[in-house]
């Protein structure tokens, strides 16, 4: 059973920082070939994808955290990571990560297969 599970989320003030960690779990060998990728939903707003890294610790940004967000793994721990700085109030959502094998920045989140429960990020001007 693959689960991935969130955590790192809180409250902070605009230009502080916060780190989230995705651990994985019941991933073996597949996990080093998988792109694993970090999205975020506001409500009332559509889940956006912001930021991915392939099999070869290759990252991609969405343009809206260029720049701010650092998107990583480590693969001996079976965990992703994504250092926030220089938050601003709009990036107050809930965070998720996901994984899947074929994807890319832009694809879609119903396209990725495993996800986990999300984490709240909560940035107050």
């Known amino acids: 059973q693959v689960q991935l599970v969130e955590s790192g989320g809180g409250s902070v003030q605009a230009g502080g920082s916060l780190r989230l960690s995705c651990a994985a779990f019941g991933l073996t060998y597949s996990y080093y070939y998988m792109r694993m990728g970090w999205f975020r939903q506001a409500p009332g707003k559509e889940r956006e994808g912001i930021a991915i890294?392939?099999?070869?610790?290759?990252?991609s940004y969405a343009d809206s955290v260029k720049g701010r967000f650092t998107i990583s793994k480590d693969n001996a721990k079976n965990t992703l990571y994504l250092q926030m700085n220089s938050l601003k109030p709009e990036d107050t959502a809930r965070y998720y990560c996901?994984?899947?094998?074929?994807?890319?920045?832009?694809?879609?989140?119903?396209?990725?297969?495993?996800w986990g429960q999300g984490t709240q990020v909560t940035v107050s001007s």
């Open positions: 890294i392939d099999s070869d610790s290759n990252p």
């Open positions: 996901a994984a899947d094998w074929r994807v890319e920045l832009g694809t879609p989140s119903y396209e990725y297969k495993y």
